[in-house]
C-alpha cells in the first residue's frame, strides 16, 4: 500500500551551532542533514573517522555549502568525551542545538566500557551525561536547546539500582530499557534544575519510533554476526508502510523537539501513529518510569559521580565566550 509523506518544516539554522552524536548513519544522518539544509554549522563527533568522513560528504551533497566538521568522539570512553569539551571550550563558540542521538542496543554478551561500565549505560546515559557536563559553559552562551533521544524502550522498566552495572544478571533489552529510562530522567532533571537555577537552557525528550537501522543489524563490535529478527521483521513492515516508520519519519520527533519554536523544555516528541510506531512527530504524554521526580534526582546524582562530572561546577558564572547570546 502506498505510504502517506510524512516531513516537517525545519525553520532557518542560519548562524547556529549545532553538535550532534551519532550521526553518521541511519536516524542521525538524516537529522544531520536537515540541519545543514537549515543553514546550521555542524559538528558531528564521530567514532569512526572514515564513516565520518563519508557521511559528511553526503551531507554536502545534499545540502550544498554545508558547513561541517568532524570531531572525534568515542562515548564509551569518559577521556575521549572529556577531550572533545576540552576542544571545543577552546574554540570557544556558543553551542546553539545538541541532538544527544547515539545509541547501541542489546549486545548478546556483557560488554564494558573503557572505565568499566556496562556498555549501554555507558554508552546511551553516561556519556551523554559527560558530554552535556563539559559543553556547559557553551551550552549557556548559546541559550541552547538540548533534545536527548530516548526510546519507546523506556515506556515501562525501572532503574535496577541493586545491580545498576548488570554485573550480576545481564539482561541486553532491561539493560537497555534502564539506559533510556536513565537518560530520560537526566534530560528532564537537566530542564528543571536549569529554571531553577536560571542556566538559560531548554531540554527536552524525543523517540524515534521504530524503524529500519543499524541498532539491530549485524554489528561485528558488539558480537552480533548477523541482522536480528527484530530487525529483519521492521524492515518489512517499514517496506509496506505498516506499524513503523521509516528513517526518514523516525529522524521528525528530534527535528521537532530541537528546532521547532513552539516545542518546549521538559516535554517528549515521538511519532503519534499506532503506538507511537511511526507517523507524524506530535508532543506525546511522558512516560510512566519518567515521571517520578525524586528517582530523577536519585540517577542525576548517581550519574554525576559515575561519570566524574559536576554539573554545580559546569554551570558556574556564565563565562566570556565568543558570541555569547547570539
Known amino acids: ?41 555542524l559538528l558531528l563527533p564521530v567514532r569512526n573517522q572514515g564513516k565520518g568522513q563519508a557521511a559528511a560528504a553526503e551531507i554536502r551533497a545534499a545540502a550544498p555549502g554545508a558547513t561541517v566538521l568532524l570531531h572525534a568522539l568515542d562515548l564509551s570512553s569518559l577521556d575521549s568525551v572529556a577531550a572533545l569539551g576540552a576542544t571545543l571550550r577552546a574554540e570557544g ?11 547501541v542496543m542489546t549486545p548478546p554478551e556483557r560488554q564494558t566500557t573503557a572505565d568499566g561500565y556496562e556498555l549501554q ?17 557553551l551550552l549557556r552562551a548559546g541559550r541552547a536547546r538540548i533534545t536527548s533521544q530516548i526510546s519507546i524502550a523506556a515506556a515501562s ?60 543489524a549485524a554489528r561485528a563490535e558488539l558480537g552480533r554476526d548477523r541482522d536480528t529478527v527484530g530487525v529483519r521483521v521492521i524492515r518489512a513492515l517499514s517496506k509496506r508502510g505498516l506499524l513503523a516508520g521509516t528513517v526518514q519519519s523516525a529522524a521528525l520527533p528530534a527535528l521537532l523537539a530541537a528546532t521547532s519554536p513552539d516545542a518546549e523544555g521538559g516535554l517528549l516528541y515521538g511519532p503519534r501513529g499506532f503506538q507511537h510506531l511511526g507517523g507524524a512527530p506530535a508532543e506525546q504524554p511522558l512516560y510512566k518510569p519518567l515521571r517520578d521526580e525524586e528517582e530523577a534526582k536519585r540517577i542525576w546524582l548517581a550519574s554525576e559521580k559515575l561519570a566524574g562530572v559536576s554539573f554545580a561546577d559546569a554551570a558556574g558564572d556564565l563565562p566570556s565566550v565568543a558570541g555569547a547570546g547570539d
Not at 536516524?27 to 537549515?38: D, F, Q, S, T, V
Open 157 to 216: 522498566g525501572s532503574i535496577n539500582w541493586d545491580d545498576l552495572n548488570w554485573e550480576r544478571s545481564y539482561h541486553g533489552g532491561n539493560a537497555y530499557r534502564q539506559s533510556k529510562i536513565a537518560f530520560g530522567l537526566f534530560g528532564l532533571e537537566l530542564d528543571r534544575r536549569s529554571k531553577a537555577l536560571g542556566w538559560g537552557i531548554t531540554s527536552n525528550l524525543s523517540h524515534p519510533g521504530v524503524a529500519p537501522t543499524s541498532l539491530l
Open 121 to 137: 549505560m555507558g554508552t546511551n546515559h553516561l556519556g551523554h551525561v559527560a558530554l552535556v557536563a563539559h559543553l556547559m559553559p
Open 1 to 41: 500500500m502506498p505510504r502517506t509523506q510524512i516531513d516537517l518544516t525545519v525553520p532557518s539554522l542560519a548562524g547556529k551551532r549545532a553538535v550532534l552524536s551519532g550521526g553518521s548513519d541511519g536516524i542521525g544522518l538524516e537529522i544531520a542533514k536537515r540541519l545543514a539544509a537549515a543553514g546550521a554549522e
Open 93 to 103: 563558540a556558543p553551542i546553539h542545538l545538541l541532538i544527544n542521538n547515539a545509541g
